[in-house]
């Protein structure tokens, strides 16, 4: 009997701890749960005008997450560790005339309304996307999000737990970094959702770069509200076709100082607007001169 009470009780005593640690278990694994990455971000959108329900609606949906992966890119990539020797080459150029080919009609139009050679246009297009067969696998809701999100002094506190062992960077360089880009990507977050909503396009079925760039000619948001343009005239700004693509580089570069006859060193500021590494600018000059 004695020996039946001490088995009972050793068993009462072993299913106590278990269920103790059970309720600590699932105590953890809820406050990881329960922690909101985007909760002060919806707030700062909700209270500079965006409707509170899209808002909600977009951030509960489970294609939305806080993707520490994808933007821990932007404290360990190195511009020049991009291989911009690949586009001046034979293979490329030839690309590159078929694709002129393909687009004559659509480059010349372009040409002729902003004066921008459909040879830049067209390497442009090259070292983006490959004509627009590397558009990025990102969702760029998630990109930006992430990223401004930060703002938030306790999910960047998380943020650098997360990524502090794969990065050289100090924690003050990381905090100053930071927040240079959360307030950066809290604006290109807002042109992306103005843009969707506008053209009334499903903001979850965007993709783009690491750095949140997307369609043919990688244009971040902000860039689509000011410079994106309807090139095929059907009543949208669809950056994904081809037409409305040329047509916003083409426009880009022209208020950006571009003009008919432009000479190399001109040319190259207005470039530096696009993209302002010198490998970029020189590949894009180098093979448009190519084309020629």
């Known amino acids: 009997m004695r ?11 072993l299913s106590g701890c278990l269920f103790i640690m059970g309720l600590s278990f699932h105590f953890s694994e809820a406050m990881c749960a329960d922690f909101n990455y985007f909760g002060t971000l919806q ?7 965006f409707e509170r329900e899209k808002i909600v609606q977009i951030y509960k949906s489970p294609q939305v997450f806080f993707d520490t992966k994808g933007v821990s890119l932007f404290f360990v990539h190195r511009e020049a560790g991009l291989n ?7 293979l490329s150029v030839v690309g590159a005339r078929i694709y002129m080919k393909t687009y004559e009609k659509e480059l010349l139009e372009a040409e ?13 297009i090259l070292v983006e996307t490959k004509f627009g067969q590397s558009l990025g696998k990102r969702q760029v809701i998630n990109t930006l999000s992430t990223m401004a999100s930060l703002l938030d002094a306790n999910v960047r506190n998380r943020f650098w737990e997360e990524i502090s062992g794969s990065t050289t960077l100090s924690l003050d360089a990381f905090e100053k970094k930071a927040l240079d880009k959360s307030n950066w990507a809290y604006r290109e977050l807002k042109a ?32 689509i509200i000011r410079y994106a343009t309807d090139g095929n005239m059907d009543g949208r700004i669809d950056l994904f076709e081809h037409a409305d693509a040329i047509a916003s580089i083409a426009n880009f570069l022209k208020k950006c100082g571009w003009y008919r006859g ?12 696009y993209n302002p590494s010198s490998y970029y600018i020189d590949t894009i000059l180098q093979v448009a001169q190519m084309l020629k």
């Open 192 to 223: 992306l959702l103005r843009y969707t909503e506008r053209e009334e396009i499903d903001i979850f079925k965007i993709t783009g770069s690491y750095a949140g760039a997307l369609g043919i000619p990688q244009f971040m948001p902000s860039n």
């Open 3 to 13: 020996r039946a009470f001490l088995m009972t009780k050793r068993y009462l005593v």
């Open 112 to 124: 002729e309304k902003y004066g921008v050679e459909r040879s830049v246009i067209t390497a442009i």
């Open 262 to 273: 432009i000479d190399d060193e001109k040319a190259k500021k207005v470039i530096r607007q």
């Open 84 to 90: 911009y020797s690949q586009f001046p080459s034979t």
């Open 43 to 49: 707030e700062k959108l909700v209270s500079e005008g």
